[in-house]
């Protein structure tokens, strides 16, 4: 059986009917295209799913979708404004926050809660705050290094 569930996903309002079980990250991904946001493990350990949901981070393979009524869901998508990159994915460019590129979006999402909640004074409280976003590819020094930047 189907629900309502109406939000706004970068600015534009939504409304569909899922099953309760479908999670925000399939929500996205399958129901509505958005496949910037990853998915990696799909139960809470890789980070790669993050998005905001009314500006605070969450790893969308946790959150029921419509645990999301009414609320306003960012994602990688909705962060640079037209054809001007947010400052943070400017940062992971110069830096080379990234090899292969599959955790970027969950890094990306993370780094910018990391400087907005204050959690970013320090390489160590940036390390700390990161700790959920896993990069295979070891990419950590110069994710760190961008997200220092963008804090200056
Ligand atoms: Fe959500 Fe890994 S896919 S934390």
Same mark, same amino acid.
């Given at each position: $059986?189907?629900? &309502? /569930?109406? !939000? +706004?996903?970068? #600015?534009?309002? @939504?409304? *569909?009917?899922?099953e309760?079980? *479908?999670?925000?990250l399939?929500? !996205? ?5 958005l496949t910037g946001?990853?998915?990696?493990? =799909?139960?809470? @350990?890789c980070?790669?799913?993050t998005?905001h949901v009314?500006? @605070? ?6 959150t !029921?979708? /419509?645990?999301? $009524?009414?609320?306003n *869901? +960012?994602?990688i998508?909705? /962060?640079a404004? #037209?054809?001007? /990159?947010?400052?943070? @994915?400017?940062?992971f460019l110069?830096?080379?926050?990234f090899?292969?590129g599959?955790c970027? &979006? #969950?890094q ?8 907005? $909640?204050?959690h970013?004074n320090?390489?160590d $409280?940036v ?6 976003n896993i990069?295979?590819c070891g ?5 760190v290094?961008?997200?220092? =930047?963008?804090k200056q």
């Open positions: $059986e189907t629900m &309502p /569930l109406s !939000l +706004t996903i970068n #600015g534009v309002k @939504q409304s *569909v009917r899922i309760p079980r *479908v999670t925000l399939d929500l !996205l991904r399958e129901r509505l295209h946001t990853k998915k990696g493990c =799909d139960h809470g @350990q980070g790669a799913c998005v009314d500006g @605070q981070r969450v790893n969308s393979c946790l !029921l979708a /419509l645990t999301t $009524e009414g609320r *869901v +960012t994602t998508e909705g /962060l404004d #037209g054809d001007n /990159l947010h400052p943070m @994915q400017e940062a110069e830096h080379d926050g090899q292969c599959y970027t &979006p #969950g990306i999402m993370s780094a910018v809660c990391c400087i907005r $909640e204050g970013a320090t390489p $409280e390390r700390e705050y990161m700790s959920g990069c295979r990419a950590y020094s110069n994710i290094d961008a997200i220092m =930047d963008v």
